[in-house]
């Protein structure tokens, strides 16, 4: 059985448990989202689509939000969420109407995230960093506020975006530090990247790993682009890794399955160099799926993600029962900061409706309100307490939202401050699972 054929066998075990609670179809997604946050939908298997599904679900009575995620783990966490608010009585006496889709590539993406500003949702999750550049001006022409969970871009932090733009989730400037002290502390010098050319993701990952190794006494030997999207064939690239002679690799692939694909294609080398892995992969169910053999991987692989909430974080406890209640799986990576962003998209916009006496406030109006619901001074309000949360900035309270990822604050550029969790992976290559026992804290600064 050749390493295509193994991996593929790998992803049909792991993936039949969940199947029936899956869909792989676009249009058959956008119905699911639409019932499951009481779009009312009553149609049957004999139904015929609307022309366009996506408008189809905007409910002009409700307050609509919408997310462009890029899993389902994410999709769902996000509407888990917006079904806990809608059972504490919704917001501004209304029902939380969230629009969840789940694009498969960059172009799908900006055409989901375009319908739905053109159809008037309030705020926006959409994930990864190129993706939301993409959509900043359409974002700017509405006014609409983009909350992201996976764009580590720094990038972000520095572009015009209107103070659109929220993050929770670290910067590569935070987190890039974090994988080379993994990578030093574990005896590693040589460094080569390998990223996506013309990925914004990449770029600053690149950018931002050679002066933190190199200030621990390490260095970059080599940096390798892969052209975005190729999928396999990459021989060529990895020869120029090997010449080089890493005794680590920091696969910056962005693509968790590509990412896979690149360590396959590396197996006939045997090279005992250590893989070192951002949050794209390192965690990432869909990286594990697709690896073909990883008692072969000779050198290991280790990585570093804000991704996950603190385990001794009760609120982060309490999503993860809510979660394996409603899925029947244990939440992945990504999932708790999508939580914590519908649950804060839900105080802005009950906190905009009061500052600006209306039922129906606009993106800007939500956008000035953001900071006041994430950040202190307030009285500390949870994700398992939304309803009371909604009650106290109905009555005109100041609260400090505190999440199941973290309790973080935002800065002036809409990046996340405060103590941020870290997850520790370390890929057990005998058993093909990640092991995830180790958490650390790094205090991110204003």
């Excluded at 608010?85 to 006496?93: K, M, P, S, W």
């Amino acid at each position: 059985m050749n390493t295509a054929t193994k991996a593929a066998a790998r992803r049909a075990a792991r993936c039949a448990p969940s199947a029936s609670r899956r869909t792989a179809c676009l249009s058959l997604l956008a119905m699911l989202a639409l019932a499951a946050c009481g779009g009312g939908g009553t149609g049957d298997a004999t139904t015929a689509l609307p022309a366009n599904p996506i408008l189809a679900m905007v409910d002009p009575a409700a307050i609509n939000i919408g997310c462009v995620g890029w899993r389902t783990s994410t999709r769902d966490a996000f509407l888990l969420a917006a079904r806990q608010i809608n059972d504490a009585g919704g917001v501004l006496g209304k029902r939380l109407n969230a629009i969840a889709l789940v694009a498969r590539d960059n172009a799908e993406a900006q055409d989901m995230g375009q319908q739905l500003l053109d159809a008037g949702v309030t705020m926006l999750n959409v994930s990864t960093s190129t993706r939301v550049l993409n959509l900043l001006p359409q974002a700017k022409r509405k006014g609409v506020p983009i909350l992201t969970e996976s764009s580590s871009s720094p990038t972000l932090s520095t572009i015009a975006d209107d103070d659109l733009i929220f993050r929770v989730g670290v910067s590569d400037v935070d987190a890039t530090p974090v994988l080379a002290r993994l990578a030093y502390d574990a005896g590693k010098r040589r460094a080569v990247v390998l990223v996506n050319a013309g990925d914004a993701f990449g770029a600053g990952l690149a950018s931002l790993f050679a002066p933190a190794f190199q200030a621990l006494g390490g260095q970059v030997v080599r940096t390798v682009a892969i052209p975005f999207g190729q999928k396999n064939g990459f021989d060529s690239y990895l020869k120029q890794v090997y010449d080089a002679q890493p005794d680590v690799i920091l696969n910056g692939i962005l693509a968790a399955d590509i990412s896979a694909n690149v360590l396959n294609e590396a197996l006939p080398y045997q090279n005992p160099a250590l893989w070192l892995l951002p949050g794209t992969a390192a965690g990432n169910q869909t990286f594990l799926d697709n690896l073909a053999d990883p008692a072969r991987i000779v050198g290991g692989a280790i990585g570093a993600a804000a991704t996950i909430g603190a385990y001794d974080n009760p609120s982060y406890q309490s999503f993860r029962t809510r979660y394996l209640a409603q899925y029947g799986a244990e939440p992945q990576d990504f999932t708790a900061p999508v939580y914590d962003i519908v649950m804060v998209m839900a105080l802005a916009i009950e906190r905009a409706g009061l500052l600006n006496q209306t039922a129906s406030p606009t993106g800007p109006m939500v956008r000035a309100t953001l900071r006041d619901v994430m950040n202190g001074p307030g009285q500390t309000v949870r994700p398992e307490d939304i309803g009371a949360a909604l009650a106290l900035v109905r009555q005109g309270q100041d609260v400090n939202y505190s999440g199941a990822y973290a309790a973080v604050d935002w800065d002036s550029h809409g990046d996340i401050v405060g103590q941020v969790p870290f997850t520790v992976f370390r890929l057990d290559t005998a058993a093909g699972t990640w092991d995830a026992s180790r958490q650390l804290t790094v205090t991110v600064p204003r």
